[in-house]
């Protein structure tokens, strides 16, 4: 058999994806200076035409996507940057050239940037320069087919979210970033995508392969073998089996297998008859501002929606996780308050949290897991304010209860010592922040996939600890480990018997856990 030429690149989003290939094109060059129509008018409709296009697109997404295209929209309204492409008009400039020339200074001057973040949001400013460049032209910038692997230089964030990705599909990069935006959305969306892989040429109608995580792209795959493909990148919605999570492995030992959701729309597409339930709600993506975080009713709404999505299922919902590198619009603190730090410094905000979710219990299986725990006496004081916040509730007559309350094992000093948490009802592992505490590195740091990779041992060594030092109590992982079938056997081993894993990834899970014994080994004919 010959072997199939490969590429390295750099992971950027796990999974695994085949498919056809769409080589990106460039925009065309714009008119030449003589064909100059209009000036600020015709501009300013192009520019409120992509603010329009920009809204319509936002009100399909979920609040992260969502800041995204806000930052877009916050771009085209700078009063800076009209008067800056205004006066290029009033000089004489053709008001194409004048749009592209202003927009390109703009895109160099982040792209010189010293921080890699500033780098990545480079091409969040080539996505509005297109757009209205698209407007002006009358050639609005088409979608790819879906299932494709997309290839170009970069990604549009905009042009991500306007795809449909439940057929499958990945990106391929020739450069772009771990750290931008597409990347961010990529991962949510469990999208396989490689960065940095160079520019290589590719053919019409050519199949490819990438593999998010270890960064490979194998060209040159046939059709047959597509077909073959690992379908971990798939909808959870072409998932039927109808199991309601609870797995058996090879030598029956029972397994759980919930869900991670960011945002209540979320579970739409997912049946909740394939699941355990929810193993991770992390609430902070569902509130955009502070204004959200002080309103009750609203939180108490999304809370329910997701309890009667579950239908007696377990709903474990995570307190706020803001702060630090996780701002809310409108709260300024202090870097160093995040989490738990963050929720009794401002106890109003975990107040009207509590309140909500006290108020949302009645309805279902609800359990509430406390976010970035270091100490006991973090449980104990934010347990004083449910019993508060109960106290009140019951003074009024409001129906409520007081549900399992656990915690986010993401710290690496609490992993050490579980055994002092008495009052916590069960313990979460959050593998990415461990990660990251472990290796001593931001997530936003370009190296960090590569240095997460590498602690890879030290994360499973510390997670066999801390299931010990857990004792009888309930435990689980809901980090980006506990997606990674290539880690199931190696989790099994450690003593993890309940997965949360994004909605896309339940088919490659459920695959793993059955075709593995309770120790992790193979089972027979494996």
């Known amino acids: 058999m010959v072997a199939q030429p490969k590429l390295k690149a750099t992971s950027a989003s796990p999974g695994i994806a085949t498919g056809p290939v769409y080589v990106a094109q460039p925009m065309p060059a714009v008119a030449s200076p003589a064909s100059s129509l209009s000036g600020h008018a015709a501009l300013g409709d192009a520019i409120d035409k992509a603010i329009r296009e920009l809204r319509d697109l936002a009100g399909g997404t979920d609040p992260e ?22 006066a290029l008009i009033d000089a004489g400039e053709n008001m194409e050239f004048a749009w592209v020339g202003t927009l390109d200074d703009y895109i160099r001057e982040l792209e010189c940037a010293e921080e890699e973040r500033l780098q990545a949001r480079a091409v969040d400013i080539l996505d509005v320069k297109n757009r209205v460049l698209s407007i002006l032209a009358g050639a609005p910038i088409d979608d790819f087919p879906a299932g494709s692997i997309y290839v170009g230089k970069d990604m549009e964030p905009s042009r991500f979210l306007a795809h449909d990705w439940s057929a499958g599909g990945g990106i391929a990069l020739y450069a772009g ?46 059709e047959r073998r597509e077909q073959l493909a690992p379908p971990d990148h798939r909808s959870v919605g072409m998932v039927s089996i109808a199991d309601n999570g609870t797995l058996c492995t090879a030598d029956g030992s029972p397994v759980l297998l919930a869900i991670n959701v960011n945002a209540p729309n979320e579970v739409d597409a997912v049946d909740a008859a394939t699941t355990a339930g929810i193993g991770l709600m992390r609430s902070e993506f569902a509130l955009t501002s502070l ?26 919902i995570r307190m706020l996780d803001i702060g630090g590198d996780k701002p809310l619009a409108g709260l300024a603190e202090a870097p160093s308050l995040r989490g738990i730090r963050l929720l009794l410094a401002r106890p109003e905000i975990a107040r009207v949290q509590a309140r909500a979710l006290l108020r949302a219990a009645v309805f279902g299986n609800l359990h509430i897991m406390l976010p970035m725990v270091m100490f006991p006496s973090d449980v104990d004081d934010i347990r004083q304010i449910y019993r508060e916040e109960s106290g009140e509730l019951a ?14 094992v993401e710290v690496p000093a609490a992993a050490l010592m579980l055994d002092e948490f008495e009052s916590a009802d069960f313990f979460s592992f959050g593998t990415n922040d461990l990660a990251q505490y472990l290796v001593a590195s931001p997530r936003e740091d370009a190296d960090f996939a590569r240095y997460q990779v590498k ?27 506990a997606g990674d079938p290539s880690l199931t056997a190696n989790l099994l081993a450690a003593g993890i018997r309940h997965f949360s894993v994004a909605p896309a990834q339940l088919p490659a899970i459920r695959s793993a856990i059955v075709g593995l014994r309770a120790d992790g080994t193979k089972a027979a004919g494996e």
């Open 65 to 86: 996507s969502r800041e995204i295209i806000e930052f877009q929209i916050e771009v085209l309204q700078d009063p800076t940057l009209i008067e800056m492409v205004g």
């Open 177 to 222: 970033s771990a750290v931008g935006h597409v990347a961010l959305l990529a991962r949510s969306r469990s999208v396989p995508m490689v960065i940095g892989a160079g520019q290589f040429a590719t053919e019409k109608g050519q199949h490819i392969g990438i593999d998010g995580e270890s960064g490979i792209i194998t060209l040159q795959i046939t």
């Open 291 to 316: 204004g959200d975080a002080a309103n009750e009713e609203k939180q108490f709404e999304i809370y329910r929606r997701l309890l009667d999505w579950a239908d007696g299922r377990s709903t474990t």
């Open 395 to 408: 003074r009024r007559a409001v129906p409520h209860r007081i549900p399992p309350i656990g915690m986010m």
């Open 455 to 481: 602690a890879v041992p030290a994360v499973l060594r510390l997670l066999t600890q801390a299931i010990k030092l857990a004792g009888s109590k309930p435990v689980s992982i809901c980090g980006d480990m």
